[in-house]
């Protein structure tokens, strides 16, 4: 079955700098890797998609890329600010039964440092 | 906009009660999902649904049933409560699996 690793552990950065996260996977190649946010008690909010033929993808001071051969997606938050304290899934579409499931890793917690 | 809406936002089970999770969007999205959230493990698929009379299992889909008769609610029912149901539960909604998904607010269940 479809495995999906992110870091554990909490990464504690200081504001201004560059946040990166990944996201790793085994078994299938999905054809979509997702991104979301999600602050403490509330629902993940969506933020990024980016398909296996795409390596990169940018949406303000986001960024995402997609490696493929590596199994490996980064996220990555430039000139990070405490607002951006949160905890980041990914996700991606898994095949099974005839229909496509959207599954999801455990979240790495970002906390930005003033 | 509603988006999705999940009732209730807190409940409290005795061990063996029944209740049903209610879930709504007003996207017109076909594919419509339920997750838990436990401490560590991330969000984890219990059933899901492509379309309205269509649904199929997640990862974790003992003791939940769910139906879709229509495009718009998507309820899930827990027949007899066990302390192991105690999560945060998450209703979604997409136009497919593999486009952004849309959350609801959870429901925080705790079986006593």
């Known amino acids: 079955s479809q495995k999906i690793e992110q870091n554990s552990e909490a990464l504690n950065i200081q504001e201004g700098k560059t946040a990166t996260l990944t996201c790793n996977y085994t078994n299938y190649s999905p054809a979509y890797l997702q991104w979301y946010r999600q602050d403490p008690g509330r629902g993940p909010v969506f933020l990024l998609l980016i398909r296996e033929n795409e390596k990169e993808k940018r949406k303000e001071r986001l960024k995402v890329t997609f490696d493929t051969t590596l199994k490996q997606s980064l996220f990555h938050i430039t000139a990070s600010q405490p607002a951006d304290s949160a905890t980041y899934l990914c996700a991606l579409d898994h095949p099974q039964g005839g229909y496509n499931k959207l599954i999801f890793g455990a979240g790495t917690r970002l906390a930005v440092h003033p | ?112």
Not at chain 2, 10 to 32: I, P, R, W
Not at chain 2, 89 to 112: I, M, N, P
């Open chain 2, 1 to 112: 906009n509603a988006g999705v809406t999940q009732t209730p936002k807190f409940q409290v089970l005795k061990t063996g009660q029944s209740m049903t999770l209610q879930c709504a969007q007003d996207m017109n999205h076909e594919y419509m999902s339920w997750y838990r959230q436990d401490p560590g493990m991330g969000l984890r698929l219990i059933h899901y649904s492509v379309g309205a009379g269509i649904t199929d299992q997640g990862e974790v889909p003992n003791g939940y049933n769910v139906s879709r008769s229509t495009t718009e609610d998507f309820p899930l029912r827990l027949l007899s409560a066990a302390p192991s149901q105690t999560s945060v539960y998450f209703c979604a909604s997409s136009s497919h699996s593999s486009t952004e998904a849309f959350f609801g607010q959870g429901t925080r269940l705790t079986v006593v």
